[in-house]
């Protein structure tokens, strides 16, 4: 898979996404993704259709065996309710909860404050429904 890196970053620039907001969208940490864009690992199999899935860039594509644009299915990248959707509802609860606590983990304490106050009326919303 020699250039595959190289593929990737350029694909997810044609659609103005950083490797971070890849990583994020995967569920990946920015460090494994590194090793993918980076020629250092080959992604398995399930990872690696969900980069394509992302980056909405068939696997033929990646590997220049096909010149079309999109093949169907992937013309879209998913919505990212979408995203860790691959196991059960209480995974992807787990895996969204995981990543709110490593972003809350970065912020500073102004961004917390703010972040808490987004989050506070958003249980209030949900709770009036």
């Not at 971070?20 to 690696?48: C, I, M, W």
């Not at 644009?69 to 209480?90: K, N, R, V």
Request: charged content about 30%.
């Amino acid at each position: 898979m020699e250039g595959l890196g190289e593929k990737l970053r350029q694909r997810a620039r044609e659609l103005g996404l950083t490797d971070t907001e890849v990583a994020r969208r995967l569920g990946l940490s920015q460090a494994r993704y590194a090793h993918y864009v980076n020629d250092k690992r080959e992604p398995d199999f399930r990872t690696f259709i969900g980069i394509c899935r992302i980056l909405s860039i068939s696997p033929d594509r990646l590997f220049g065996f096909a010149e079309s644009p999109h093949p169907p299915g992937l013309d879209e990248p998913p919505a990212p309710s979408e995203l860790g959707g691959w196991g059960t509802p209480e995974q992807e609860a787990a895996n969204l909860r995981d990543r709110i606590k490593a972003a809350a983990e970065a912020m500073t304490v102004p961004t917390l404050r703010t972040a808490a106050t987004v989050m506070d009326a958003l249980v209030r919303v949900q709770s009036e429904k």
